[in-house]
Structures are given as C-alpha cells and as structure tokens.
C-alpha cells in the first residue's frame, strides 16, 4: 500500500506499520520478513522510511542485535493503535458468510482452560466463525505464524518481551500426583515438556547448579502425556500453574529451583484474518484480563 499524499507530506502507511509491529513481536528482522512475506531489504527499507516520516532514530544497534530506541518504543503504541482501528473498520464492513476458518495455534497444556475461554469470546462476537486448532509448542507456532499458516496464535512469552497481547501471567510450579516420595529421590525422575520450553531449561539448568542428580526419563510436547505418566507415578513435572489440574499437587520440597515466570499472550499473524485482527486480539486481551481479576 503506497504512502497517502496530503499537503506534500507523507503519513505513515499501514504496510509499514505492520512491519515495524513484527519486528516488535519477534525481535528479528529476519522473522519479521518472513511473516510479511517481503525480503529483509524491503522491511529495512520500510523502517528507514519510517525514521525519516516521523523524525526520529527507532532503532539502536546493541552489539550484533538491533533494538528499539525511546522513540521507538513510543512509536509501538500508536502503531497498534492504528493497526487496531484499520482492522476494526475492515471488520466492521465485513460478513461472515464466506469467511474463511479462523486458524489459532496453542500449545497442548494451554488447550484445556485457556483456549476454550478464548473460543466462547470469539464466538459470542462471531457465532458463525469457524475455527481449527493447530496444538504445537509456542516456537512450532511462532515458525507457522511466520509461514502464514495461522491467523492467531497463543503463546508462552518472557516478562521482558513485547510480543502479542497479554492473556494471562503465570510462573512455573514443581508438581506430583500423589507421589510425594519422588521429590525425595537421590536421583529425581522428571517428565517434562520438551527442552525449548523454559521450565524444562529452568529446571535442568537449576538442578545441575545445585549438584542434584536427576534423570529426564521423558520430554514431551503433550500435556496429556505428561500428566498421564506423572499420574501413574512415574515421575515428577514442571507445570505452568495454571495448567495444574485435578490428581495434581505442588511438591513440598523446598530447595527445588525456582521456575520462571512467564507470560501467556494471543499473537496476531501479520496479514490478520478479516473479522480477527488486531483490534479483536487487544479486545480479547482485556476480556480475558478483567475475568481473571473479577
């Protein structure tokens, strides 16, 4: 979409604005590209443009990573704003006859409690949608995103990032299933998520720096599977907290590592679905917010 001319000056136009937001929620130019369908140059170019029509740096080299200046930053918040209101007036004039599927991604262990809260808001905006889930680890998603293969995506973020609207905060818990003996072992039985998940390298990573023996007797993408084997006493997990059903209780032991804190947050494809874009993830985001508060 090219630029609109008024009175000689050029206003920041949409395409550039969708680039420079997922740069935002990927950190990576490279990501970005690819979720936008455009080379590196061209989204290099975009920003460059877009330095020049606001005035200002936005960009910072730190070291071999690029990041976001003061201005910058600044720049995020009215960009989804904007974003969010282009996407709301596309939806408005839109129909669900004929609507393609709405295409959400989740990983497993959110798939029983937050996505069927998402779905009920979706649908009590959309009763019509059609909606397919794809269950995937969040960097499985992230890599679909990036190929267009999804429309909306919850994912598990750091504290420290940007990406997507926040869902949920959440922190890992060390869990059993009525098996408390086994926090005890010389040697720990684990089953956990696969080792990009950040429990699984939290809990690796702080059992090795205390000198406590363990086994990962298996690592699994599956929250079924996970909790089907710690039920049966095979082992003990790292679970996000909310995830932690019925059967399952936190573990007593006290000089287990801490697991991190994280944040759940529904990310939105770069070219959105007609009726689900960036207006209606900011909508949901704080839908899902206050329920929790209430």
Do not use: W
């Given at each position: 979409m090219p630029p609109i001319l008024i009175a000689n000056e050029y206003l920041m136009d949409i395409d550039a604005l969708r680039s420079f937001i997922?740069?935002?929620?990927?950190?990576?130019?490279?990501?970005?590209?690819?979720?936008?369908?455009?080379?590196?140059?061209?989204?290099?170019?975009?920003?460059?443009?877009?330095?020049?029509?606001?005035?200002?740096?936005?960009?910072?080299?730190?070291?071999?990573?690029?990041?976001?200046?003061?201005?910058?930053?600044?720049?995020?918040?009215?960009?989804?704003?904007?974003?969010a209101l282009h996407d709301e007036a596309l939806g408005e004039f839109s129909l669900?006859?004929?609507?393609?599927?709405?295409?959400?991604?989740?990983?497993?262990?959110?798939?029983?409690?937050?996505?069927p809260d998402l779905v009920t808001m979706l649908l009590e905006e959309y009763p019509h949608l059609q909606i397919r889930l794809l269950c995937d680890n969040s960097s499985g998603l992230r890599q679909a995103l990036d190929q267009g293969k999804l429309d909306l995506a919850?994912?598990?973020?750091?504290?420290?990032?940007?990406?997507?609207?926040?869902?949920?905060h959440d922190h890992g818990i060390w869990v059993h299933?009525?098996?408390?003996?086994?926090?005890?072992?010389?040697?720990?039985?684990?089953?956990?998520?696969?080792?990009?998940?950040?429990?699984?390298?939290?809990?690796?990573?702080?059992l090795e720096k205390q000198g406590q023996?363990?086994?990962?007797?298996?690592?699994?993408?599956?929250?079924t599977a996970i909790k089907s084997l710690l039920r049966r006493g095979i082992g003990i997990g790292a679970?996000?907290?909310?995830?932690?059903d019925a059967g399952l209780e936190a573990c007593t032991r006290s000089d287990l590592p801490t697991l991190p804190m994280v944040d759940i947050v529904l990310a939105v494809a770069p070219t959105p679905h007609p009726l689900v874009g960036t207006s209606m993830a900011r909508k949901l985001s704080q839908k899902m917010l206050s329920q929790r508060a209430s």
């Open positions: 997922a740069f935002v929620d990927t950190g990576s130019f490279t990501r970005a590209a690819k979720q936008i369908f455009r080379t590196q140059g061209a989204v290099s170019m975009q920003m460059k443009k877009l330095e020049e029509e606001t005035g200002r740096c936005l960009f910072t080299k730190d070291g071999r990573n690029l990041s976001l200046t003061d201005d910058g930053r600044k720049l995020v918040s009215y960009a989804r704003r904007i974003l669900t006859a004929g609507m393609p599927p709405l295409r959400i991604g989740c990983p497993d262990d959110y798939a029983q409690e937050i996505f919850i994912l598990t973020r750091a504290p420290d990032k940007e990406e997507g609207y926040l869902l949920r299933a009525g098996f408390p003996e086994l926090q005890h072992r010389p040697v720990l039985p684990l089953v956990l998520y696969e080792a990009d998940c950040k429990f699984h390298s939290s809990a690796v990573d702080g023996r363990f086994q990962v007797l298996c690592a699994s993408s599956s929250a679970l996000a907290s909310s995830t932690v």
